[in-house]
């Protein structure tokens, strides 16, 4: 048994990829092509499918229990295993907040397959935590990263006694976060983080904004997370999309100066003219989360709007679909709008979206804080049945999907594959490259693009666009493969 300040030292020292352990890749190499090279600090704990997430937990556990205790079995089948005293299987609940040293578990959702799993590093709060992982781009290839998470697909913890008794000073601790994530009718303190992208610099506008645009990311990731994606990445990836600022959890990004045109509506009266704000997490974030990072988009609009002099009106306060066809704000659409269809709104809908967004700005700018609201999902817009391709279900991101079994191989030369969801604002997961052949499960159609999926042997779910497809008309493009 390790005391707490043990713990966090060893999650320190797999983050840093300096941890004393016999599994620790000490120098860059390879034994398996399906799979990047593994980088130093990468644990490999048995020299198969290289650095798996559950490679860190068998490492993890081995130090724990001074190597009498080795896990076997995929992440999912971590809590069958026989645990040493002391340590005890909990149901992840709404009210749980995990302790530091904690293995969390996934096996539902798109972990169902083989789970995933990963120590807590950050307790955090019931909506988010920091989690130390391996594998979690699906590689098998980097030391154990950090990243904040949001619950989603975990199930269960494993709880790590402490050698020392700290228990009770802890929960005392969590309690406070607890309350602090509850309170209400308070403007958000906003963090900003102004580190313009480098990879290629945008045209300046040479005039004020007329307004701004108001986007869901289409992406589980925060907005701490885009900055480090975004940051350094080449004119290749910059020019699929970028707008100025990338909001979640109080945490402002700004990728873009006021001053620069941002490629963020596909539109070039958008682009120049308006600024682009990202509500943050609208792929996997609970509806509490979203709508909190909603909010604080809003705050954040009211204060631009506020600067630049401009009313709160139609004319200032646009959304994505008014500029091209996309489902996009689709999170947003499907809360305060119930409509859900892959489809662009129509009128109607946009202007009901925009009343809303307009509403809440308005508060913030007149110095009052908003009561943002829902709608029930009782009466769908008639547009998600009565466009809804034959044979798909559309999910409440607007996804449309359904079940086919089929083998894909790309007759180009590579097509990137994606994890979270179908959509290219997610994380890269790996690539697919010319004649290389997959097994795919399901397709989708989301994000301009037809999509396939399959679950990697990580137990990941990953997902590659294989054609173009036009939401408004049906038309597809040229296919990038052949399928059988």
Not at 374 to 396: H, L, Q, Y
Request: net charge positive.
């Amino acid at each position: 048994m390790k005391t707490k300040a043990q713990i966090q030292a060893r999650l320190k020292a797999y983050a840093k990829g300096t941890v004393d352990s016999p599994y620790r890749v000490t120098k860059p190499y390879s034994y398996d092509a399906r799979f990047g090279k593994m980088e130093v600090g990468a644990i490999d704990a048995d020299q198969s499918f290289h650095a798996q997430c559950m490679d860190l937990i068998v490492d993890y556990m081995l130090w724990l229990t001074d190597n009498k205790t080795r896990m076997w079995g995929d992440a999912k089948q971590s809590i069958n295993n026989k645990l040493p005293e002391g340590y005890k299987v909990v149901k992840n609940e709404p009210e749980t907040i995990p302790e530091t040293g904690w293995i969390a578990v996934y096996t539902i959702g798109s972990y169902a397959q083989y789970g995933h799993i990963g120590i807590v590093n950050n307790p955090g709060n019931t909506t988010k935590f920091q989690i130390l992982e391996q594998n979690w781009n699906n590689l098998a290839n980097k030391k154990p990263q950090l990243r904040w998470d949001n619950y989603y697909g975990l199930t269960h913890f494993i709880a790590v006694p402490y050698a020392e008794s700290t228990v009770k000073k802890e929960t005392a601790k969590k309690t406070t976060a607890k309350a602090t994530t509850t309170t209400k009718k308070k403007t958000t303190k906003l963090k900003y983080n102004r580190d313009e992208v480098k990879g290629y610099k945008l045209p300046k506008r040479g005039y004020k904004p007329k307004g701004i645009v108001i986007h869901n990311d289409a992406s589980s990731l925060t907005a701490e997370q885009w900055r480090n994606a975004l940051v350094n990445a080449p004119l290749s990836i910059l020019e699929r999309g970028i707008a100025h600022s990338y909001i979640s959890n109080g945490y402002v990004y700004q990728a873009l100066p006021e001053s620069r045109i941002a490629w963020h509506t596909a539109n070039n009266d958008g682009n120049k003219n308006y600024y682009g704000i990202e509500v943050c997490q609208s792929m996997r974030a609970t509806d509490k989360q979203f709508l909190e990072n909603e909010q604080q988009a809003f705050q954040e609009a009211a204060r631009m709007l506020k600067k630049w002099k401009l009313p709160v009106n139609r004319d200032t306060v646009r959304i994505h679909s008014e500029f091209s066809a996309t489902q996009c704000p689709h999170r947003s659409l499907a809360l305060h709008c119930n409509y859900t269809s892959s489809y662009r709104a129509p009128q109607d809908v946009v202007n009901k979206m925009k009343d809303y967004f307009i509403s809440q700005i308005k508060s913030y700018y007149d110095g009052k804080i908003p009561t943002g609201t829902t709608v029930t999902a009782s009466k769908p817009s008639t547009n998600t049945t009565t466009k809804t391709p034959s044979g798909f279900k559309t999910n409440r991101y607007g996804i449309l999907y359904k079940a086919e079994h089929a083998s894909f191989t790309p007759t180009v030369k590579y097509i990137y594959t994606r994890s979270v969801g179908p959509s290219r604002q997610n994380p890269v997961a790996g690539v697919l490259y010319k004649g290389q052949t997959i097994d795919y499960s399901e397709i989708q159609k989301f994000d301009g693009h037809i999509w396939v999926s399959w679950d990697t042997n990580a137990g990941i779910t990953v997902y590659m666009p294989v054609r173009e497809w036009n939401a408004q008309t049906g038309a597809v493009g040229p296919l990038w493969g052949t399928i059988k």
